[in-house]
T-cell receptor, first 114, second 115 residues
Framework: DQQVKQNSPSLSVQEGRISILNCDYT??????FLWYKKYPAEGPTFLIS?????DKNEDGRFTVFLNKSAKHLSLHIVPSQPGDSAVYFC?????????????FGKGTKLTVNP | ETGVTQSPTHLIKTRGQQVTLRCSSQ?????VSWYQQALGQGPQFIFQ???????GRGNFPPRFSGLQFPNYSSELNVNALELDDSALYLC??????????????FGPGTRLTVL
């Protein structure tokens, strides 16, 4: 049972355009959401996060939107750059007796074409 | 500030053997989490250690065990290796203060291949 779903395995956009990566979740107990970026042969790199009490968080070119009623979040990258090409993972945090394990989606491979 | 490091980078074992993977936490972090990432999947939570004690566990059998040391470095041990244990093993460190935990920062991972 996949609690965090990224339904698009891949996305291709032109440099300078907007990239929108989507993520859906099923567990209403999730209270913190994160996006990680992963290059080949490297570990995931933290990108941006959002608490469930907010609906938007912005950091430079990256904005995360959270729609709790729809159990949906999205990551917007504007403008997209070739260096953004990577696999993007959506993760949700579930407090479990004090530990906060991350539940990950399967990832979306973003390709930004020059 | 030193980031999260893991060793070894790659490892090849045969079925039935035992393996130990190591992780050094980011400076100032007191919590370490271990994840398994199979090919084409997202990372899956194995367990978390906070101040040398297990602080949460995912759906992994007891042959997956861990340790956290006083300097907050950590080990993941897997006994009786199976072919399906072939994966990238990631550790992530974070700072836990009270009931909240800060963002988890990942190491580069150890690629384990079981033949």
């Amino acid at each position: 049972d996949q609690q965090v779903k990224q339904n698009s395995p891949s996305l291709s956009v032109q440099e300078g355009r907007i990239s929108i990566l989507n993520c859906d979740y099923t567990n209403s107990m999730f209270d913190y959401f994160l996006w990680y970026k992963k290059y080949p042969a490297e570990g995931p790199t933290f990108l941006i996060s959002i608490s469930s009490i907010k609906d938007k968080n912005e950091d430079g070119r990256f904005t995360v939107f959270l729609n709790k009623s729809a159990k949906h979040l999205s990551l917007h990258i504007v403008p997209s750059q070739p260096g953004d090409s990577a696999v993007y993972f959506c993760a949700a945090s579930a407090t479990q007796g004090g530990s906060e394990k991350l539940v990950f989606g399967k990832g979306t491979k973003l390709t930004v074409n020059p | 500030e030193t980031g999260v490091t893991q060793s070894p980078t790659h490892l090849i074992k045969t079925r039935g053997q035992q393996v130990t993977l190591r992780c050094s936490s980011q400076s100032g972090h007191n919590t370490v989490s271990w994840y398994q990432q199979a090919l084409g999947q997202g990372p899956q939570f194995i367990f978390q250690y906070y101040r040398e004690e297990e602080n949460g566990r995912g759906n992994f059998p007891p042959r997956f065990s861990g340790l956290q040391f006083p300097n907050y470095s950590s080990e993941l041990n897997v006994n009786a290796l199976e072919l399906d244990d072939s994966a990238l093993y990631l550790c992530a460190s974070s700072l836990k203060r009270g009931r909240s935990t800060d963002t988890q920062y990942f190491g580069p991972g150890t690629r384990l291949t079981v033949l």
